[in-house]
Antibody, heavy 114, light 110 residues
Framework: EVQLVESGGGLVQPGGSLRLSCAAS????????MNWVRQAPGKGLEWVSH????????FYADSVKGRFTISRDNAKNSLYLQMNSLRDEDTALYYC???????WGPGTLVTVSS | QAGLTQPPSVSKGLRQTATLTCTGN????????AVWLQQHQGHPPKLLSY???NRPSGISERFSASRSGNTASLTITGLQPEDEADYYC???????????FGGGTKLTVL
């Protein structure tokens, strides 16, 4: 059974940093690209970033380019999102989603507030 | 990165048929096809259909997807109370190298 579990969310001040993790199981992790998708409270889904199974290529949404960094460790079946220079508008539930967004984790909440 | 276009809301009666639409362009829906997701309040999205009309195992045959040009559609037959949810379409944009999402359609079953 495919499982994705995010962690690392929390409350952070504007300008601060946070690192999210996603633990994957139930499939051959290195064979799949992975994505981060976020959802602000009461709003729709917004794609954040994609990383291929090998780690390259990597793509970012314009809204996070230069501030967020996606990475993965295939030996640990884990996906990461390093978020720097956080803004109020980054407040959202952050989901990791497999490849063609066929499986999603339950999400981890990031709140940016002073 | 502009998104895909979905109507904000659709309302239909119990046991009726609802058709939700999603419009993109030649670089996304018209090229790669659309993915359809269902999201109930407080839950993560769930895949209903990929590449236009392929249903994952466990998804009811009442859900069917199609595409005509740059517009994808999701048809839900025999509406049930549990179908009341938000529905999102998504497609990979080959020009932007990005996943695009529609704004979501809130389906109300009367």
């Amino acid at each position: 059974e495919v499982q994705l579990v995010e962690s690392g969310g929390g409350l952070v001040q504007p300008g601060g940093s946070l690192r999210l993790s996603c633990a994957a199981s139930g499939f051959t992790f290195s064979n799949y690209g992975m994505n981060w998708v976020r959802q602000a409270p009461g709003k729709g889904l917004e794609w954040v970033s994609h990383i291929s199974g090998s780690g390259s290529p990597i793509f970012y949404a314009d809204s996070v380019k230069g501030r967020f960094t996606i990475s993965r460790d295939n030996a640990k079946n884990s996906l990461y999102l390093q978020m720097n220079s956080l803004r109020d508008e980054d407040t959202a539930l952050y989901y990791c989603a497999r490849g063609t967004i066929d499986y999603w984790g339950p999400g981890t909440l990031v709140t940016v507030s002073s | 990165q502009a998104g895909l276009t979905q109507p904000p809301s659709v309302s239909k009666g119990l046991r009726q048929t609802a058709t939700l639409t999603c419009t993109g362009n030649n670089n996304n829906v018209g090229n790669q096809g659309a993915v359809w997701l269902q999201q109930h309040q407080g839950h993560p999205p769930k895949l209903l259909s990929y590449r236009n009309n392929n249903r994952p195992s466990g998804i009811s045959e009442r859900f069917s997807a199609s595409r005509s040009g740059n517009t994808a559609s999701l048809t839900i037959t025999g509406l049930q109370p549990e179908d009341e949810a938000d529905y999102y379409c998504s497609a990979w944009d080959s020009n932007l190298s990005a996943w695009l999402f529609g704004g979501g359609t809130k389906l109300t079953v009367l």
